[in-house]
């Protein structure tokens, strides 16, 4: 049935025409999604093993940037807390809230060459097989990070060659993908050997994932030819992960980008943010959202054939989904009347373990009994806000203890006991469960909303924009624009920083 539905697959496509599966599947060297449409990935990595709680902040903001895909580090227990079916589900139910592919991984087994250790691996993704066989049409299973750390080709497919039938005889039947050997870094294991790994496949449905850092993408050379040299194979091949620079090694990120452009080969960038180790330049971000771009963020998501300019939506979201990309579906907007929009953190308070920290700074310094801070939130059934200010040294303060929330806004009027003043103050402290905060203002009497700024010679200074960094542009009715034009007010965003601005 599965040869049957790629040959299909191909002849429908030459008619202009396509057809249903039930998720994910292979057709020479591309991948097709349940729509029988290309799938050509463009987005991000997010390492949730050991940065658990941030999903509702990184996942979302992934695809306000633009990204397609994210692909995900999970843990089977060996290393990091293992990941449950309940948390898999609800990752899941996140990235398609924000109609973005998943690729999970097990993280735990990164360079090693025990084959127990990929065997844990599959036993920990047998155990999620009602999970995974759920989401066919939006998740794929990366089965292991980077297995294999050692540069020989045999005992790497000899590796796969059990895994694959393991997973396959336990009913798995989501797209499978395999890392080459070598920390990732070494396709050769591909070009030797992934014919007959991919072979083992009852399914004929499994792709391949080479990590392109200073070893496999030092030079354009090395970029193009194991570009080239994998797909010589026959079925499709990705880039899991690759980053502008690693260990304080130079690497062909523009070749990257533009010649997996021309083969229409997908990518991954490494990683979000919290690298470490001497691989700190690999951060796209400076935290948990997007308001602080980084390097390696910049030039991949805003660059030349960069995620912005060359992801295109998966067709299984339904209307939209397989044209050219559009805009963000909930842009930026300047505030209501008499507020000025000071944060944009878009994260969700899950339980009292949980802080979201508003920085005096941010709030615009001292507050006063005239001014409020107010919360554009979501909330769940039976939603709880506790707002807590430090006034000096160590001392914490419960301005309001412990409060139910509901509804969309919630208000925090300042009175002259709370004022948010001295040398230590730095704001306003945010727990509870149940709801999201997408943004935060400050309401004061006067405002005219947010600032207008006229610009002339010194306006970036002026409007508290540096237009050497990265930001972001939109019109009045909230649509993303490359650029201003002359005579035009625009809403300009970088990090915290939100101004209206007359071009």
């Known amino acids: 049935m599965k040869k049957l539905a790629t040959i ?21 060297t591309k991948l097709m999604d349940a729509n029988g449409k290309e799938f050509v990935m463009r987005g991000v990595n997010y390492s949730w ?6 999903e509702y902040s990184v996942i979302p903001a992934a695809k306000r940037i633009g990204s397609n895909v994210i692909r995900i580090q999970l843990a089977d227990g060996a290393r990091w807390q293992k990941c449950s079916a309940a948390d898999l589900e609800r990752l899941i139910g996140i990235c398609e809230e924000n109609k973005l592919i998943a690729v999970f991984n097990t993280h735990d087994e990164t360079g090693s060459d025990n084959y127990s250790d990929l065997e844990r691996a ?47 005889n336990a009913g798995i039947k989501n797209t499978l993908v395999v890392d080459c050997a070598g920390y990732g870094q070494y396709p050769r294991s591909i070009f030797n050997k992934g014919a007959e790994v991919a072979a083992c496949d009852s399914e004929n449905n499994t792709i391949f994932s080479m990590h392109f850092y200073q070893d496999a993408a030092g030079s354009d050379y090395n970029v193009r030819s194991n570009i080239d040299n994998a797909l010589n194979i026959g079925v499709p091949v990705i880039l899991g992960e690759f980053a502008c620079e690693h260990q304080g090694h130079s690497i062909a990120w523009q070749t990257i980008l533009d010649y997996t452009k021309e083969k229409n080969m997908g990518w991954m960038v490494w990683s979000w943010t919290g690298n470490g180790g001497g691989t700190e330049a690999c951060d796209m971000f400076g935290g948990y959202d997007d308001s602080y771009y980084k390097p390696n963020g910049t030039n991949t998501v805003k660059g030349r054939n960069g995620i912005q300019d060359t992801a295109v939506e998966c067709s299984v979201f339904g209307e939209g989904g397989g044209e050219d990309p559009g805009e963000p579906e909930e842009p930026i907007k300047p505030g209501d009347a008499g507020e000025t929009v000071v944060a944009q953190p878009e994260q969700y308070i899950a339980s009292w373990d949980d802080t979201y920290h508003i920085e005096r700074n941010v709030l615009g310094g001292n507050l006063t009994s005239k001014d409020k801070v107010k919360l554009y939130v979501s909330c769940d059934s039976g939603a709880e806000i506790q707002v807590v200010y430090k006034l000096t040294g160590d001392d914490w303060n419960k301005y309001i203890d412990y409060e139910p929330i509901s509804g969309s806004e919630y208000v925090i009027p300042m009175s002259d006991g709370t004022l948010l003043r001295g040398v230590n103050n730095d704001g306003i402290y945010l727990k509870g469960h149940g709801y999201k905060v997408h943004k935060v203002a400050v309401v004061r009497p006067g405002n005219t909303g947010v600032q207008e700024i006229i610009l002339g010679e010194d306006g970036a200074a002026q409007a508290g924009i540096d237009f050497d960094k990265p930001y972001e542009i939109y019109t009045l009715q909230g649509v993303r624009v490359n650029e201003m034009q002359p005579g035009g007010i625009y809403i300009v965003r970088q990090g915290m920083a939100v101004k209206k601005i007359r071009y």
């Not at 249903?20 to 057709?27: N, V």
């Not at 093993?49 to 941030?54: L, T, V």
Request: aromatic fraction near 14%.
């Open 8 to 28: 299909l697959a191909g002849a429908l496509g030459v008619m202009g025409s396509a057809i249903a599966a039930d998720g994910f599947y292979t057709s020479g």
């Open 122 to 168: 599959v036993n920990f993704w047998i155990e999620m097989k009602d999970v995974l066989n759920a989401h066919r049409k939006t998740v794929l299973l990366n089965i292991s990070n980077e297995w294999y750390g050692s540069w020989h080709i045999d005992p790497w497919a000899d590796g796969y060659k059990k895994a694959i039938p393991a997973l396959r």
């Open 49 to 54: 093993a050991w940065q658990r709680g941030h």
